[in-house]
């Protein structure tokens, strides 16, 4: 079965080369391509592709936004990150948007591909070095209660929203959240959904 991806990368040169390696695999077929954020949702509106393959920093409407628009209006569309950054700023900005994949530039052809077929597949891929990430977090224990204040927290509820489908108050809820944070050492929302990915509390599709 052939996977229809679009190329969405500004520099010619980059494209180029990632669509001859792509079409060089048989099962991928290159549906179109183009060379920032806004040819691409022009494009989407007259094309269907079974993936996007995305760089973020382009010139008009860069990778993140593309995400963000994407996911609003396309929900299943298959979103693959391809950047030259590693950097964690990026890399959970484009989770929560709702990017299915990360990988980096710097990556073994052979990965690119293997990251294209899964994502396309419906599989979450991070590149090695970026789901590391993901592990930083030291193996703190947390009750039964902080776990799922946790989990929805992670998804992005607010305290009211958290104690409705707990059945608890808002002041009970700001009160394990301040507990979680203390026990993880963490401050805000990204570092959260770091701990609760890794333990498997929340998944990149809960994003």
């Known amino acids: 079965m052939s996977i229809s991806v679009l190329i969405v990368e500004d520099h010619p040169v980059v494209r180029s080369g990632i669509r001859m390696l792509l079409t060089e695999e048989g099962d991928i077929n290159v549906l179109a391509e183009a060379s920032n954020g ?3 949702l022009t494009a989407l509106e007259t094309i269907k592709p079974d993936l996007l393959l995305l760089d973020i920093s382009m010139p008009e409407v860069n990778g ?9 209006k396309y ?28 990988i980096v530039k710097g990556a073994a052809p052979n990965d690119l591909v293997s990251a294209v077929r899964a994502v396309a597949a419906g599989q979450a891929y991070l590149y ?12 703190t224990v947390l009750s039964a209660r902080e776990l799922e204040v946790l989990q929805l927290t992670a998804q992005g509820l607010t305290a009211r929203e958290v104690g ?3 059945s608890i108050s808002s002041n009970t809820v700001e009160r394990h959240r301040a507990n979680i944070m203390s026990k ?14 890794r333990r498997g509390l929340l998944s990149i599709e809960d994003l």
């Open 38 to 40: 806004r040819e691409a």
């Open 64 to 72: 993140l936004e593309v995400t963000q628009h994407v996911r609003e």
């Open 75 to 102: 929900p299943t569309m298959p979103i693959l990150i391809l950047t030259m950054h590693e950097d964690e700023r990026y890399f959970f900005q484009l989770l929560r948007a709702g990017a299915t994949g990360y």
């Open 128 to 139: 090695p070095s970026l789901a590391r990430l993901l592990a930083k977090e030291p193996d």
């Open 164 to 166: 409705k489908k707990l």
């Open 184 to 197: 993880l050492g963490v401050s805000n929302r990204a570092e959260l959904i770091r701990y609760a990915i």
